[in-house]
Every structure is written in structure tokens, then in C-alpha cells.
């Protein structure tokens, strides 16, 4: 298998200086400030080393890497010198041959000498590196004290500590510093003595630890290694895929033995993550193969059915059968399609074009009608285009970064790493959270201003900050007058100059003190380049259109776009959110944002599929729920979404499930929504099929298989098959050929294809005859709607208020080790760090109500009541109670209701007027949940029964 | 649907457009939301709702959007 190259130290930073020297004779040219470990490698030589390793800064502690450079004394370490002009240095001389042996002899000398059994053996640098200087023998004995029998550490699920094969070069206490951020591990004691530690805690799993796994990745022996290397050996090939779990959208080498995946190593080459990664993608893909899979499909003619398996064929023709007659019975509009942002870009693709001419109405919408449906709306309506301005990497160049209703570090953890990175190099820090999440004040990293606003009052504290903004004076005028539309700047300054929108009259509403407000604002208008990241914090709120354009004004107003640094950055939830819109999968659009009405575009997409579409849009998810309980929807075909779990208002949403007459669901599992269905297809892993997923900063990246679909198809392929069956052939042989029809009639995508993304590795839309290798920042020199436009952001208030029958307000997020619903993460070691949800609860809050930690609290709203564990934390203001919704039993979402933001119906998870009381047993729908999951689970395992017989 | 869901839903969009100060423009555009992101059978629905009802719970300016802008295009036939 080949390995990624190793070039011992990070490259240079500095690009406007080239400096040559000669290196063993050859002559190179390289970045001034490059060390000359880095340079020999660009040379084709290779030094001995052991500490430095190219994620990492030069750390200079194993001192067998020195060299000789004509004309200075002694042996500098080439990891830690840098290069300079005209330097001649020899890396291989007697001498130093010497030097290296000896370091080597006394690493060895300390280390058990198994390599044949080791884990690590064939891919072990102690190991390459005895062979590199021809170690031949060790010449002091294990007579001494030595380390053999440390003790090993198994306690992290994914990867041990094997204590005994440490050679204490830190790699892995710097890869927590510098990569992850976390410094979870120390190295305690001092010279013999000294090992690394995970903290002042027992263990790994103990300890601060989030398991990113950079440690793992660093460690140049078999001392923290990966579990799953362990059970089956080195791996013999690798395969470059994305991860399937957030927004982020991290490249992985997927290393294989056959078709098994032994681990996934974060890609060094990743656009998105340049090597780095967190617990879900590097470990937690262990779901694809659990035993809970379906892989079979299977029908029913009713819920209370047991489960009946068929073949494809017969599977395909019921759930075809059934559409015609529900359409021929119910009309063209009685049924429609929900995909997910875990789907392919060519997968929501296909579903849409199955729904508008297959099915023949608009009826289809995507999950992120749930999450950043505002983002789509509000940044079309003032920038021109549905979509985050920057790169990740911009970040480096950001002087002040402002958060809002975001949590990077457990939603978008590799880019939370690196926001960390550039703060802890100075930049300053703004966080808009009603809680204290990890960036406020964590480890080198302080939040200059947490603005900790009530849930819901997003609107007044931008609208505030604007304020501060144009009565100081602080606008960039030059900026906005040649950028934007003058008449909707000056109508807007107008609005937020008023004094009713002063962080002073807007104090009561935010509940944030107006002077932290004036100084953050000032802080962001005139301290160089200033960043907003925001996330469903944003919005998921009645408001949540209006905050996304709030965002935008004042990006614009201070002239914070267009350049690296600065920009408006949602963070997508899911890792493919930004794609599955700009698929077409929402009602009222097709591909890359254009209206169903636009005579043009219909005229192209029926030219392209042969069938006359629609011109209105049709049915948002929570319209088609509605309309299923009025009896004028009647069957769905839902493919990897489970909106019985992740949709606000539960018990809804399941009436309305159980108000269709077919309900298609494409999954890998029996999910909560499959518990309402009549047709089950099989779905496959993201391990086991071809495609592209489009992540935050608009970065298409390849999803490649890796395995054979254990379903026996891609997802794709199954769309295509339903679609025949309706009388509506998709003759396409390979995923690719989706994505060239894509292409085709998508402006922005003309240039892209599986070809390209080969050539490139990935590419940000838009790309094509203007941008043939992508546009990683946008609106740069003016605006993709030409000009940018100021709207007006008034304040109103939720109608879900507080009141005395309701005090409290739930407001809902996420953690780290968990993803979305929880459909994967549950089924693999994840667990160990979130076995349940549970409600966080302010110490005085806690205490009026008598209610301790650990207890279980019944927690009721208008929309139903739910019981779960609480923990006391002062995260949370008083006022405010949080919980998570991984787990379906915990029933986060029968509390939610469906209040919804105005302009495109993205329910207000965000704020829930709540009471909480002790009690002693579940609630009624929890019970009636469990009753309803275990005859669920009855009715599925009669099929394996049948199956048996 | 629900016709107070969707009365409510009508009132938010007025809520928006509300603070412009061109009050026949606030209307074009709240008639111009409805029209591109509800599908017909929820404006039909409204404005059946709005002819039959005397006190509709609308905002006035959502309420005169409706009546003055709104419609149900002739879709493509059922065919
Ligand atoms: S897994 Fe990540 S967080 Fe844990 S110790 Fe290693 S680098 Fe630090
Ligand atoms: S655990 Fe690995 S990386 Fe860390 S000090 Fe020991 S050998 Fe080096
Ligand atoms: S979950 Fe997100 S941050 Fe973690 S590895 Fe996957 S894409 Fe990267
Ligand atoms: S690699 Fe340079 S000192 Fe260790």
C-alpha cells in the first residue's frame, strides 16, 4: 500500500522568497523558512527522524536527523534549521552515521524487540528507522530498568495506549496541541521517568480526550494504535473517500484488506482537513456493517403487518403499483418524495427529477427544510447565491471571528480545530450563544465577548450591533457604494439607526448587557478582518430567514466580503446539505437555485427529460405532513431522512405517517420512520457506493466505494429502478453519468465531472468556463446578484412565549460523538461517550424545582412531554433548558412544536416554552413509544422467523 | 390544512415586509412570496378562506396582498 509522504516539518509560510542550496549534491530551489528535512525531501532524499513528522511543528528532541552543512560547526538537527541560500549539507557521513546509530541503539534498548507480532509491524518508523542506520546490534542489555511492562491502556474503544513501546517523542502530545487543540496529554515526569500521560486522569477515556485520533495518526510506533489494526492487520490498499457524517466534509484514505475497511486515516491532501478529523469519521463507521442492516427488501400491506421479504423486482413493482393508484384515485399531487443531506448529490438529484417528471408534480423537499433552509433564502435575497462565501482555510486569515448560535467544536469539529488554531494565534473572538459552549473559554482559547442572548433574540442583537455600526460612524462607505445598492443601504441605516434598535432599548429584549454589545460590535467593524460562522442557531427560528440576512448586512456594511478572511460562513449540519439543495431539492426550485416558474429553465430540464414539468411549487415536508392528516397526501417515498425522529412535533409527524396510505423507505436501518412504512428498500453505506457529497464551502469531494453494496445496489441505482417502474426509464450505467447530466444543465456545475474531481481532488462551485478549477472565495469583485442588497431585519418576538404554566425555554443542539438522529453513531462505540440524551438545567432552576442531578424530569410543553435525565450545569442561563436528540426514546422532538420561520418554514427548534417537574416514571408517549417500537421490532423479526422455516 | 396554520404562516411573511415603507410594494412582495413558495393548494386555500370570512385574523396589508395579488395560476392541466 502506498503511503502518504511524510516531509518531516510543515511546509514554509512565507511565498515570496525562493532560496537554493545543495542538498547531498543536488541542487533544489524552495520557500525561504522551509527546514531542510522538508527541502531534502522535495529533493528526493530521505533523512532519519523519529519526532518530527510533517502535521506538526519541528520539535527537535530525538536528535537523529543531524547533518553536516559545510562550513558551520557541529551537527544541527535539519528538522529544526532552516534552509538558506547557497548552504551545502551532507546527510549521510560516517560521522553521522555514528551520531545515529547510537540514538537508535539506546531507543532500542528500551523497547520490546516483538516486531513480528507487533501491530505495528510494516508500518513502524522506530522499526524503518533501525533498518535506515543499520542498527545490527544493541549493546546494553534489558538488564536495567526499562519500560517493558507498563501497563497498557484499552479504555478508549477505538485505540489503546501500549505504554511499553512509547520512545517519548511527544509526536502525539503536540498532535493534541497543535492539531486538535484539546492538550489532553502531558508528557509527566522528567527524564527516564518521563512518559506521556493523558492529563491528570486515569485514562484515555477519562480524560479530556474527544478521540480525534491525531494522536494515533502521529505516533510513529505501535504504542497508540487503532483497535481494528490490531484485530486484522495492516491493511494492503486504500481508496480516497469522504466522510459521510458533517458538514465539514473531511477526506479520508480508506484503508482496506478485500473488501474490509481496516481504518479510516484522515487524507493529508483533504481540502477540507488537510489530514485531521474527529471521532465520527475516523472511527465511528462501524454502522455499515452492524447486524441490525437490512438488506432485503421488504412490503406490507399494513403497519400492523408483519414484515413480508421479497425480491427487488417485486419490491420495485408494489411500490410503483401503488403510487399509480394513489395518484389515479387521490390526483397527481397525492404523493411526493423527502430525500436527505446524507444522500449523494446524485442521489437527490434523481429523486428530484423522479418526482417532477416521474411523478409528475414538485412535491419533494430535502432535511434541510429542518436546518438551513433560511441560509438558502436569506443569502439568495441579499448576496445572490444560496451558499457560504469562503473556504475553511480562510480562517487563517481572519483578524476577528464571530460566532453565532453555533458549536464548532462538537458540530464541525475539524474546522473547530482549526478556528482554534488561528486564535490561539491571536485573532479575537466573538461568541452569540444563549449557552456556554467550548470555544467561550477552553484551553489557550478565550472568547473576548460572549453576547450569551435569550433563545429567540437573534434578530435584536444584529439589529443592535448594525446599530452601533452606522450611528459610530464605522461603515465602510467605500465598500458599499461601489458594491451594494445604495437605496437599500441608505433605507436600512435609516431603520437600524433608530434608537429603538440600540443595544440599550434592545437590552430588555436580548437580556445582553448594550455595552458588551456596543464593544463587540466596534471590535468587529474595525479590528481588520472580520468572519461570522453561524449554524442552526441561526437559523432555526421563527426569525431564522431574517437573522441569515441580518448577518449579511452587516458582513456588507463593514465590507467583510469578497476577500480571504472575512465572509459569511453557515456551517452545514449534515455533509451534504449544501449539495441536496443545490440539487433541486426543494419544491419550488431545480438545480442550481432556479424557480419552477422560470419558463427558461422549464423549457431546458423538459427539453433534457422529456416530459412536460410543472410551473408551481409544490409541498414543503411539513405542508405534504398536513396535507397527509387532511387525507388529500397519501404516500411518500422517503429516502435516508427519518422525520419521525429528527421533524419537530413527534406525535405529528407520526399522525401524519400513519394517515398515508404507502410510505416508502429507502434506509440502512428500521428506523422511526420505518416503523410507519409499507415498503422497505434496502440503502447502502456511503462505503458502498459512488458519488459526491458538497460540504459548507461548497467543496465537491468524491465519495468512492469501497465495498460491495450489501443491498446488491447503489442508492442511486434503486431510484432508477422505481422510476422505470413508473414508466419513466434513467438509463444511466454509472453514477458519473448523473453527475455530467448535472453538469449539463447546471450553470454553476458546467465544469464539473468525476474526471475532473480525479484530476483536482475536489472542487467549490461555481465551476465552469469562468472558474475551470472552482472558486474557492465568491462575491469578490462584485456580487453574484450583481449588487448586494440591504432588507430590513424588524424584531419579532416568537409566539411560542414564556408564561406561568410554561417558564422555562428548551432550546435543542447537538454533541460531538453523536451525529443527527443518531441512526449510525448509536450503532457503533460512540455510545460510550453519549449513552442517552439528557437535559441540562441551570443550578437555580434545578433548585426551585427541587430537582438534583441525575434526576428524572418530566419535561412538558405545548406540544407534549417527554421525560429524560438532568444534569445540573450552569452552561445553560437561568431560564434556559438544553437537550440533544440522538436517541429516539428520549423524545426531544415531542416537545418541539411547529412554530416555524416565516419565510420557508424551518421549524423553531431553537425555542420551546417548557416546564420541567420531578418525576419517577416515563412519560405516556414514551411508553406508548416503546410499546409501538417493541411490536415494530416484533413484526420485522417475524420475517426472520419466515425466513427460517 | 389547517387554516389557522396557514393564517398564521401569512401573518409572519406580513411581519416581514411590513417595515418597508412602500406599503403597495410590501404588498406585491408578500403576494410575490406566496406565489413563489406556497403551492396552490394552500393559496387556493387562503383565498377561499378570505372571500368566505368576514374576520379573517390577516393583517391588513397581508389580507389586501391577497386579495389584490394573489392568485392560483392555471397550472398544466392534470393530464
Ligand atoms: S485522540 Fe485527539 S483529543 Fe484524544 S489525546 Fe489524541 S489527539 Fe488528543
Ligand atoms: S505515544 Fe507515540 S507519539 Fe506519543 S510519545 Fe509515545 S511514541 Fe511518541
Ligand atoms: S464528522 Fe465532520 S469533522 Fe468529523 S471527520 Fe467527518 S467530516 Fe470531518
Ligand atoms: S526528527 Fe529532528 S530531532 Fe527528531
Avoid at chain 1, 492529563?199 to 505501535?222: K, M, W, Y
Avoid at chain 1, 446524507?342 to 430535502?366: H, P, S, W
Wanted: with cysteine; proline share 5%.
Amino acid at each position: 500500500m502506498d503511503k502518504q509522504a511524510d516531509y518531516g516539518t510543515p511546509a514554509s509560510r512565507v511565498t515570496d522568497r525562493q532560496v537554493t542550496l545543495e542538498i547531498d549534491g543536488k541542487s533544489i530551489t524552495v520557500a525561504a523558512g522551509t527546514s531542510i528535512m522538508h527541502a531534502a525531501v522535495e529533493a528526493g532524499i530521505s533523512i532519519p527522524k523519529l519526532c518530527a513528522t510533517d502535521s506538526l511543528e519541528p520539535f527537535g528532541s530525538c536528535r537523529l536527523c543531524l547533518v553536516e552543512v559545510e562550513g558551520r560547526r557541529g551537527y544541527p538537527a535539519s528538522c529544526t534549521t532552516p534552509v538558506d541560500e547557497g548552504l551545502k549539507v551532507h546527510t549521510q557521513t560516517p560521522k553521522l552515521a555514528d551520531i545515529r546509530r547510537g540514538v537508535m541503539e539506546l531507543y532500542i534498548s528500551d523497547h520490546p524487540l516483538d516486531c513480528l507480532t507487533c501491530s505495528a509491524n510494516g508500518d513502524c518508523e522506530l522499526q524503518d528507522m533501525a533498518g535506515a542506520v543499520g542498527l545490527r546490534e544493541v549493546r546494553y542489555g534489558y538488564d536495567g530498568s526499562n519500560h517493558l511492562d507498563a501497563e497498557k491502556d484499552v479504555s478508549n474503544p477505538y485505540f489503546q495506549f501500549d505504554a511499553s513501546k512509547c520512545i517519548v517523542c511527544s509526536r502525539c502530545v503536540r498532535a493534541c496541541e497543535e492539531t486538535q487543540g484539546t492538550f489532553a496529554l502531558t508528557i509527566s515526569g522528567r527524564g527516564f521517568d518521563s512518559k506521556v500521560a493523558a492529563g491528570n486522569f486515569d485514562n484515555f477515556l477519562e480524560s479530556e480526550c474527544v478521540s480525534c485520533g491525531a494522536c494515533v495518526a502521529a505516533c510513529p510506533t505501535a504504542t497508540l494504535m487503532e483497535k481494528t489494526v490490531i484485530d486484522h492487520g495492516q491493511p494492503e490498499h486504500s481508496v480516497i473517500t469522504t466522510c459521510a457524517y458533517c458538514g465539514v466534509g473531511c477526506s479520508f484514505r480508506a484503508e482496506m484488506k478485500g473488501e474490509q475497511v481496516v481504518r479510516m486515516v484522515p487524507d493529508k491532501n483533504g481540502g477540507a482537513n488537510h489530514g485531521h478529523s474527529c471521532v465520527k469519521g475516523r472511527f465511528a463507521w462501524g454502522y455499515a456493517t452492524h447486524r441490525d442492516r437490512i438488506t432485503t427488501p421488504m412490503i406490507r400491506k399494513s403497519i400492523k403487518d408483519p414484515w413480508q421479504e421479497v425480491s427487488w423486482e417485486e419490491a420495485i413493482s408494489y411500490a410503483a403499483s401503488e403510487l399509480k393508484r394513489i395518484q389515479a384515485k387521490h390526483g397527481r399531487n397525492s404523493i411526493g418524495a423527502i430525500t436527505s443531506s446524507r444522500c449523494t448529490n446524485e442521489e437527490t438529484y434523481l429523486v428530484q427529477k423522479l418526482v417532477r417528471a416521474a411523478f409528475g408534480n414538485n412535491n419533494v423537499d430535502t432535511c434541510a427544510r429542518v436546518c438551513h433552509s433560511p441560509t438558502g433564502y436569506g443569502l439568495k435575497q441579499t448576496l445572490g447565491e444560496s451558499a457560504g462565501t469562503q473556504t475553511f482555510d480562510s480562517v487563517m486569515k481572519s483578524d476577528v471571528i464571530m460566532v453565532i448560535g453555533a458549536n464548532p467544536t462538537d458540530g464541525h469539529p475539524v474546522f473547530g480545530s482549526q478556528m482554534k488554531r488561528r486564535l490561539r494565534e491571536g485573532a479575537k473572538l466573538i461568541i452569540a450563544d444563549p449557552r456556554e459552549i467550548d470555544l467561550v473559554s477552553g484551553p489557550h482559547v478565550q472568547a473576548d465577548y460572549h453576547l450569551k442572548l435569550r433563545p429567540g433574540t437573534n434578530v435584536a442583537l444584529i439589529t443592535a450591533m448594525a446599530h452601533v455600526v452606522v450611528t459610530e460612524g464605522l461603515v465602510d462607505e467605500e465598500f458599499v457604494r461601489s458594491r451594494c445598492e445604495w437605496d437599500s443601504f441608505e433605507y436600512w441605516s435609516e431603520f437600524v439607526a433608530q434608537p429603538e434598535h440600540s443595544p440599550e432599548a434592545m437590552q430588555a429584549a436580548t437580556g445582553v448587557p448594550a455595552a458588551d454589545v456596543r464593544a463587540a460590535a466596534r471590535l468587529f467593524a474595525t479590528d481588520g478582518n472580520a468572519a461570522i460562522y453561524y449554524g442552526l442557531g441561526v437559523t432555526e427560528h421563527s426569525q431564522g430567514s431574517t437573522m441569515v440576512m441580518g448577518i449579511a448586512n452587516l458582513a456588507m456594511a463593514t465590507g467583510n466580503i469578497g476577500r480571504e478572511g472575512v465572509g459569511v460562513n453557515p456551517l452545514r449540519g449534515q455533509n451534504n446539505v449544501q449539495g441536496s439543495c443545490d440539487m433541486g431539492s426543494f419544491p419550488h426550485e431545480f438545480p442550481g437555485y432556479r424557480h419552477v416558474s422560470d419558463d427558461a429553465t422549464r423549457a431546458l430540464f423538459e427539453a433534457a427529460w422529456g416530459r412536460p414539468l410543472d410551473n408551481e411549487p409544490g409541498l414543503r415536508i411539513p405542508n405534504m405532513l398536513d396535507f397527509a392528516i387532511d387525507g388529500s397526501f397519501k404516500a411518500l417515498y422517503c429516502e435516508g431522512e427519518d422525520i419521525a425522529q429528527s421533524d419537530p412535533n413527534t406525535q405529528h409527524v407520526t399522525h401524519a405517517l400513519s394517515s398515508m396510505e404507502c410510505v416508502i423507505v429507502q434506509d440502512l436501518f428500521l428506523n422511526e420512520t420505518a416503523m410507519y412504512a409499507h415498503v422497505f428498500l434496502p440503502g447502502c453505506s456511503f462505503l458502498e457506493k459512488s458519488g459526491t457529497f458538497t460540504n459548507a464551502e461548497r467543496r465537491i469531494s468524491p465519495v468512492r466505494r469501497v465495498m460491495t453494496p450489501k443491498n446488491g445496489y447503489e442508492d442511486w441505482q434503486v431510484t432508477a429502478m422505481l422510476s422505470e417502474a413508473l414508466g419513466y426509464p434513467m438509463p444511466y450505467r454509472h453514477a458519473s453519468e448523473i453527475m455530467d447530466e448535472i453538469a449539463r444543465l447546471t450553470p454553476t456545475f458546467h465544469g464539473v465531472s468525476f474526471k475532473r474531481l480525479e484530476e483536482l481532488g475536489s472542487i467549490q462551485w461555481p465551476c465552469n468556463e469562468q472558474h475551470p478549477t472552482g472558486t474557492p472565495i465568491m462575491h469578490v469583485d462584485e456580487f453574484v446578484r450583481g449588487k448586494g442588497r440591504f432588507m430590513v431585519t424588524e424584531y419579532v418576538p416568537t409566539s411560542e412565549k414564556v408564561n406561568a404554566k410554561y417558564p422555562l425555554i428548551l432550546t435543542t443542539g447537538r454533541i460531538l460523538s453523536q451525529y443527527n438522529v443518531g441512526a449510525q453513531t448509536r450503532r457503533t462505540d460512540n455510545v460510550a461517550w453519549h449513552p442517552e440524551d439528557q437535559v441540562e438545567i441551570h443550578p437555580h432552576d434545578a433548585e426551585d424545582r427541587g430537582i438534583q442531578d441525575g434526576d428524572w424530569v418530566g419535561i412538558t410543553s405545548r406540544a407534549g412531554n417527554t421525560v429524560q435525565r438532568a444534569r445540573i450545569s450552569e452552561r445553560v442561563q437561568p431560564g434556559v433548558i438544553y437537550t440533544t436528540f440522538h436517541h429516539p426514546e428520549s423524545g426531544a422532538n415531542v416537545i418541539t412544536t411547529d412554530n416555524s420561520d416565516w419565510a420557508t418554514n424551518c421549524p423553531e427548534f431553537k425555542v420551546t416554552a417548557v416546564e420541567v417537574t420531578r418525576v419517577t416514571q416515563l412519560s405516556e408517549w414514551q411508553r406508548n413509544y416503546q410499546e409501538f417500537s417493541d411490536e415494530q421490532i416484533a413484526l420485522a423479526q417475524q420475517r426472520d422467523e419466515a425466513r427460517v422455516e | 390544512m389547517n387554516i389557522e396554520h396557514l393564517v398564521k404562516m401569512a401573518n409572519q411573511i406580513g411581519d416581514f415586509f411590513r417595515s418597508y415603507p412602500d406599503h403597495e410594494q410590501a404588498k406585491k412582495d408578500i403576494a410575490s412570496h406566496l406565489t413563489r413558495f406556497w403551492a396552490p393548494q394552500m393559496r387556493q386555500q387562503i383565498l377561499d378562506y378570505v372571500a368566505e370570512t368576514p374576520d379573517t385574523g390577516l393583517h391588513p396589508l397581508v389580507l389586501s396582498a391577497i386579495r389584490e395579488y394573489v392568485k392560483v395560476k392555471s397550472a398544466k392541466s392534470e393530464a
